[in-house]
């Protein structure tokens, strides 16, 4: 049974048509070529980040939850130096150490609880090198794009596969003792009226408090932005970019 709050990320060719190469890609593109590799991509998705920086020259293993994108991400790979792995974020163990890891497309939000946050560092924080990069991005509560309360307001249109104009419209419900959003979607055909549902729950973590728990990991934050132009990140910014970088384990230094 699939996880409901996986349910967005079932159809690959859908999301690929409304996730396309962007700002952030740009970021973090650039990002691993100043830092090196190997690379880990985790929630690759269907891959389009991890085999950008393939192509640059970089071994990248991309790790996703979800069998049906990792399917596409393997069907669109070329001869390249990529590995794809199907595992969970918070449980993975690889055979391996890693110079950069990425989190990006948000699914940093996916980690709805403490207990997933803390799970997902020690993993990173195992399978990262001494002075290694962690980098990944969150929106930001108070600069959020997308719908509130009960009203449904149009979040943003794309083309699909077919060349169909979809409008994508959102409302969503904060729930402020666990800092989730519980986001509800509608997907509709321009021209047909088609309609289809679903719905994700986002969890919000503050400045802060990020930065407290990367520090608990031994991860020390060297730059934060609030968006993709790397603007210091403020109270209104929409997005929280972090790239932190990994301390030495008790003053030895380890392999990557």
């Not at 009226?193 to 934050?221: A, C, M, Q």
Request: hydrophobic share 40%.
């Amino acid at each position: 049974m699939v996880d409901p709050n996986l349910q967005e990320f079932g159809n690959p060719e859908l999301y690929d048509a409304e996730n396309r190469w962007g700002a952030d890609d740009d970021f973090y593109l650039a990002l691993t070529q100043e830092v090196g590799g190997p690379v880990l991509d985790v929630a690759c998705g269907t891959g389009r980040l991890a085999r950008a920086i393939a192509q640059a020259g970089l071994h990248v293993t991309g790790m996703d939850i979800m069998p049906a994108m990792l399917e596409r991400a393997r069907a669109l790979t070329q001869p390249l130096p990529l590995t794809w792995v199907e595992a969970d974020c918070r449980t993975f163990t690889l055979a391996q150490r890693f110079r950069c890891v990425l989190m990006t497309g948000n699914a940093f939000q996916n980690l709805l609880t403490d207990a997933d946050l803390h799970a997902f560092l020690a993993r990173v924080s195992d399978h990262i090198a001494v002075g290694g990069t962690l980098a990944f991005e969150t929106r930001n509560l108070d600069g959020k794009s997308y719908g509130n309360a009960s009203d449904y307001t149009l979040w943003r249109s794309f083309q699909d596969q077919s060349g169909r104009w979809i409008d994508v419209w959102a409302a969503s419900q904060f729930d402020a003792p666990t800092m989730i959003d519980h986001v509800q979607l509608r997907r509709k055909v321009r021209e047909t009226g088609e309609t289809w549902p679903s719905e994700i729950d986002l969890r919000y973590v503050g400045v802060k408090e990020l930065n407290g728990r990367l520090e608990e990991h031994g991860f020390t934050v060297v730059a934060q932005y609030g968006d993709w132009a790397k603007t210091p990140c403020v109270f209104s910014s929409p997005e929280i970019i972090t790239v932190c970088r990994r301390k030495e384990r008790h003053g030895i230094a380890s392999q990557a």
